[in-house]
């Protein structure tokens, strides 16, 4: 990757969000945490991010609650957006799909996550090529 991604990583738990920062990082992304939605928001405003990833049950402001945010808000929106989560299909009811670029369902293979980062922030960067050309 040429351009370094920003990448905000939100999740309550402190394992993952230093696991997942850590495999990112080695990829090359400039990676920020948030502990809940709440931090994410803030850190959303105060600056722009090129993706997240995102737990969807949180305390305070959930990852569904987030998303809909985003969604209301595109101005501060990351372009891609994976979730992470552990709920079962029925609790994922309520996800709009077409709001995310990505789904894995904890406990997860980090590798796995790691892919589903690259595909999407190489598409980014694809598009931004051929915006470029155009």
Do not use: H, Y
Not at 1 to 26: A, F, K, P
Not at 88 to 117: C, M, W
């Amino acid at each position: 990757m040429s351009n370094i991604q920003r990448v905000l990583v939100v999740d309550d738990d402190g394992m993952i969000r230093r696991l997942v920062q850590r495999v990112l990082q080695r990829e090359g992304f400039e990676v920020e945490t948030a502990r809940d939605g709440v931090e994410a928001i803030s850190k959303l405003e105060n600056g722009a991010f090129d993706g997240m990833v995102v737990d969807l049950m949180m305390p305070s402001v959930s990852g569904f609650k987030l998303l809909e945010i985003l969604k209301e808000d595109p101005s501060i929106s990351p372009l891609w957006k994976i979730v992470m989560t552990a709920a079962t299909d029925q609790a994922l009811e309520p996800l709009d799909r077409s709001s995310i670029d990505g789904l894995v369902s904890k406990p997860f293979d980090i590798n796995d996550l790691r892919d589903k980062v690259l595909a999407c922030a190489n598409r980014r960067t694809d598009s931004d090529a051929n915006r470029g050309n155009a």
